[in-house]
Antibody
Framework: EVQLLESGGGLAQPGGSLRLSCAAS????????MAWVRQAPGQGLEWVSR????????YYADSVRGRFTISKDNSKNTVYLQMSSLRGEDTAVYYC??????????????WGQGALVTVSS | DIQMTQSPSTLSASVGDRVTITCRAS??????LAWYQQKPGKAPKLLIY???SLQSGVPSTFSGSGSGTEFSLTISSLQPDDFATYYC?????????FGQGTKLEIK
């Protein structure tokens, strides 16, 4: 059974940093692309970043490029989202999502339960 | 970025009704479109991919259609469990984008 379990959410100050983790089980990360999607309170879904199965390619939304970094550790079957220079508008529930293929054109067949990130002083 | 626009934003309907939600892309995306269902406090759930393919385990009351720039999600007979928010997503570009969502409410 495929499962994705996020951790690392919490309260951060503006300008601060936070690292989210997504532990995957039921499949191996080196087979599928993975993504982070966020949802601000009461708002819709916003794709944040994704990484290819081989970790060779990473893409970012304009809103986070240069501040967030996606990575993964295949030996731990875990995906990470390092978030820096956090802003109030980064406040959201962050979902880890599994792509259906290894490369670029992906929709997402499994999602984690979400990790709440609150940026506030 | 490719913009995805859903209509309506809110839809009120009754159990047993047939409803359709529309999603329009700002440029052609072929059939690279997925639909998700989301309930309050829960993660999105994949319903439809490749515009019209039903994800395993999803009831056959759900169907998708369209290509190019115009797409629709139809629920043929609403069940109590179907009242939720629905999102479309294009995945033809390097930056996937979602529609703003359609909230399906009980009339």
């Amino acid at each position: 059974e495929v499962q994705l379990l996020e951790s690392g959410g919490g309260l951060a100050q503006p300008g601060g940093s936070l690292r989210l983790s997504c532990a995957a089980s039921g499949f191996t990360l080196n087979t599928f692309a993975m993504a982070w999607v966020r949802q601000a309170p009461g708002q819709g879904l916003e794709w944040v970043s994704r990484i290819s199965a081989t970790s060779e390619i990473a893409y970012y939304a304009d809103s986070v490029r240069g501040r967030f970094t996606i990575s993964k550790d295949n030996s731990k079957n875990t995906v990470y989202l390092q978030m820096s220079s956090l802003r109030g508008e980064d406040t959201a529930v962050y979902y880890c999502a599994k792509g259906v293929v290894a490369g670029t054109r992906n929709y997402f067949d499994y999602w984690g339960q979400g990790a709440l990130v609150t940026v506030s002083s | 970025d490719i913009q995805m626009t859903q209509s309506p934003s809110t839809l009120s309907a009754s159990v047993g009704d047939r409803v359709t939600i529309t999603c329009r892309a700002s440029q052609s995306i072929g059939d690279s479109l997925a639909w998700y269902q989301q309930k309050p406090g829960k993660a999105p759930k994949l319903l439809i991919y490749q515009a019209s393919s039903l994800q395993s385990g999803v009831p056959s009351t759900f169907s998708g259609s369209g290509s190019g720039t115009e797409f629709s999600l139809t629920i043929s007979s609403l069940q109590p469990d179907d009242f939720a928010t629905y999102y479309c997503q294009q995945y033809i570009s390097y930056s996937p984008t979602f529609g703003q969502g359609t909230k399906l409410e009980i009339k």
